[in-house]
Structure formats: C-alpha cells, structure tokens
C-alpha cells in the first residue's frame, strides 16, 4: 500500500521564510492583476490612496482595503469577476447561513487548485488510493461536495458521491462498500452515528477509520462523540465558499488546529471593531488574501470568523501557520438581553452535563424583553423518568448554563429524536425577534 504521508510535500513542508518569499511573490502579481481586472475593488484602493506600486510584498497588505460579505451581495453576480466570463467553468454559491446567498465563478485552474487543498486534507487524515471515500456532504451549489469529491480523485480514492440525506442509503453503502472515510457535516456525522448505533452496529463492525468533518462550528465534546460511536479519528476541515470552498485548511493527525493552505491563501488576524491587524497568538477576525486564484480573487475578505493563528512548530513537518478551530463567527453571536452567547458555549455546556447534540436555542420578544429557551433531547434512557425527576434535571442544566453564560434560559427537555436532524448544516437557533432577508 502505497502510503505517502502529504500530497504536496514541496509546499506542506516548505520553509517558512520560503513561504513567505513565494507569498510576496505572487500578492504583487494578484494586486496587478485585480486592479486591472476589477474596476470596483480598483475604486476601493483610489479611494484609500493605494495603487499596486505601493504592494511589493506581504509587508505591505495592511495597506489594501478590506472585501467584506456586503461588498460581495452589492456586486451579485458579476461584478466581481476578474477573468473573462467564458474562461470561468464552474459556480458554487455560499449556504446562506447569514443572509443572501454569494456566488462565486472559478476557472479551471482555480479548481484544480481548489482540489489540490482537498486531497492534502485526505492524506493528512490518512487517506491512499487504497481508501474508499464516503461523500456525504451535499452536492449542487454547496461546496462541500464538490470539493471533497475533486480531492478524492486527485487522491486516487474510489470516491462514493453520496451527497446528504437519505440516511438509510448511506448506511447501506457505506456497509456493502466498506467506505473507509467520511465526509460531511459534524451534525450529520453525529446523527450517522446514533443511527448506526440504534440499528445495532459497534465501533468495530464499522468499516470507517477516520472522518473529515466541517463547514459548521463543532466542540471537542462532539469531536469525541463521533470518535467513539464510529470508531475512527475525527478530522476537522475548514473553507467558506469566497476563499474557494473546503480545504482552506485541514487538520493534520496532531489534531492541534488546522493548517492553512499558505501557499495559496494568506491569513491575518485583525481587531472586527477596528480593523487593525493584530499579532500573532491574538483572538480576532480571520481576513484571507486569495494569494493565485484568478476568476474570483478575494484580497483581504473578511470571514468573520473568530479563532488565534499559531506558528508553532508541528510535529507532523508541515510548517504551514495552523488556526484553531473557529468557535463561531461574530454574525453567529446572540445577544441576549444584552450579554453574548455563543451557541458553541451552550454545546459544550450540554455535552458536559451528559445530553445529546441535539438541541435548539429559541429567541423571541414578550413586552420587550428577550426571552431564551433552549430545548435539549433527553437522551433515551432517561425518558420515562419521573417529571419529578425531569424537572430538578431541567433546573440543574439551567444553573449550569447560567454560570458559563452569566444569563440562564428555561431548559425544556424533551422526548428523543424530537428535535429535527439536519443534514447538512446544523440550524441551532431560531431567533423570531428579527425577520431575515
Ligand atoms: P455561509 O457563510 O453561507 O455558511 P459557506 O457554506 O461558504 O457559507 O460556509 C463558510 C462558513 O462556514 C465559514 O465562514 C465558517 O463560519 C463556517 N465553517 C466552515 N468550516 C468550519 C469549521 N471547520 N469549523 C467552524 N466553522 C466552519
Ligand atoms: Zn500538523
């Protein structure tokens, strides 16, 4: 068996000043090549006084305007393209999780580029040619899918474009076909699990040895959870559909965060209030610099996710910077008469006390003041106990809730699999104090 441990070692393991060099290098091409291409992110840089001679490497990209997510809705559907329209081949679209789907167009080359991130995330969770790989993210406009289905390829894997839902079906092929990796969303991971594990299987009877799981916060709590029910190792892949899709970055078998595709993707981390770049190690917004890609080249976008970038040496031998796991995204923040919450605290605070996942956080307005539910299954042994029983379970879960969020909610807990199963990204909160678009 052939088992190589990166898929590009000449960039995975590249020095890191060489890195930095060959980031230079190609941000003063893109700069040129935006400015050339995009009249509105041209205005954007007159307007701040920057042309492309002021660019001459990494140095210098505090000094380019930001992309935010409103400038991407403004500009649906074309006004952002930087290449002819008929050399573009492909377009995938965001979720929408946060409002107004955003279109982006690739050529072939950002594909192939885009694939070659998904394959590095394979092969650092140990995938060879000799893996079958399980699909199970949603295909169509949603990158999921198709990132993970091009980097299987490129890995050689036999590639089982299974898409979301239909549970039963995936059960049945992932048994029959003896699929060795997963891909897709933690929620649906979690759900495969409980129902493999209702139909009777062990950790042992399934065929999976490791999963790559993203595109939706997920705690360390639910990392062992699906570790343990499918009986495999948990990776965690990172990406939002601006930067290209899946694959912006991915972990490696240390688990200690996910390495970022450096070679293509430039990271900082700015202050979400001010703007201002902060160093290294600090908490802030994550900002990406699409560094080659040609149709649809972000500088400087705004992800709006929140985590710490670290350059500590990892024992795998890639030297790209790693991220830590983005633990929700500023526009995921509640605020709940007028404290912050973010549902990740809530998860773990649930798996902690021994419930399930599976849980729905509701928000409303009566006469003016916030009201906070949050409804958790109660996990199937515990159902037929006494209400008595139920409600000192409720009231325990609210003081624990309330000492991490500093607010308490009224905790209904309810009958098993009663709260709807997502599969794909999990909805956790249904806020009725605000209409969205
Ligand atoms: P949308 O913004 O509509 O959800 P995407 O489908 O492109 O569009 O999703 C990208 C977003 O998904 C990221 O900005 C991030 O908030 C979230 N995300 C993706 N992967 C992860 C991950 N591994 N952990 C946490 N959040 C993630
Ligand atoms: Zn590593």
Redesign the pocket.
């Known amino acids: 068996m052939e088992n190589k441990k990166y898929y590009q070692p000449e960039f995975e393991t590249m020095p890191v000043e060489e890195i930095k060099k060959l980031q230079s290098e190609k941000l003063v091409k893109q700069v040129k090549h935006v400015w050339d291409n995009v009249p509105y992110y041209r205005a954007k840089m007159e307007a701040k006084g920057v042309t492309p001679d002021d660019i001459k490497g990494i140095e210098d990209l505090h000094k380019l305007p930001f992309i935010e997510k409103s400038d991407l809705r403004d500009n649906y559907p074309y006004g952002m393209l930087a290449k002819p329209l008929e050399d573009c081949v492909r377009i995938q679209s965001?979720?929408?999780?946060?409002g107004k789907?955003v279109i982006a167009y690739y050529t072939q080359q950002d594909i192939d580029l885009w694939e070659d991130c998904c394959a590095r995330a394979l092969v650092a969770a140990g995938a060879d040619k000799s893996d079958v790989v399980q699909v199970s993210y949603g295909y169509g406009l949603?990158?999921g899918g198709p990132g993970l289905n091009g980097g299987s390829h490129k890995v050689g894997c036999l590639t089982l474009p299974m898409s979301s839902g239909n549970t039963e079906r995936q059960i049945q092929f992932m048994t029959d076909l003896k699929a060795t990796v997963l891909c897709c969303t933690p929620s649906y991971a979690a759900y495969l699990g409980e129902s493999l594990k209702e139909m009777g299987y062990t950790p042992d009877t399934i065929p999976l040895k490791a999963g790559i799981f993203?595109?939706?916060?997920?705690t360390a709590e639910i990392r062992k959870n699906i570790e343990e029910t499918l009986g495999i190792k948990a990776y965690?892949?990172?990406?939002?559909?601006?930067i290209s899709?899946?694959g912006v970055s991915f972990e490696c078998e240390e688990q200690g965060g996910m390495h970022i595709n450096e070679d293509h993707f430039l990271a900082e981390i700015i202050n979400p209030e001010t703007g201002e770049v902060l160093p290294e190690g600090t908490k802030g917004e994550l900002v990406f610099t699409c560094l080659d890609k040609e149709a649809f080249p972000m500088l400087r976008y705004r992800?709006?996710?929140i985590c710490v970038l670290s350059r500590e040496k990892c024992s795998c031998g890639r030297t790209f910077i790693r991220m830590a796991?983005?633990m929700g995204?500023s526009d995921d923040m509640m605020i709940i008469r007028g404290v912050n919450v973010f549902p990740s605290q809530i998860e773990a605070v649930l798996l902690k006390e021994g419930f399930s996942p599976n849980y729905q956080i509701e928000l409303s307005r009566v006469n003016n003041s916030d009201t906070f539910d949050v409804y958790v299954e109660l996990p199937p042994e515990q159902f037929d106990d006494s209400v008595k029983t139920i409600a000192a379970k409720e009231k325990s879960l609210r003081d624990a809730l309330r000492s991490m969020l500093g607010i308490g909610p009224a905790v209904h807990l309810v009958a098993p699999k009663t709260i709807a199963r997502s599969e794909g990204?999990a909805v956790r909160i249904v806020d009725k104090r605000k209409l969205h678009d």
């Open positions: 965001t979720s929408g999780t946060t789907r949603f990158t993203g595109a939706e916060p997920w965690d892949i990172y990406g939002l559909t601006e899709g899946p992800t709006r996710d796991k983005p995204r990204k």
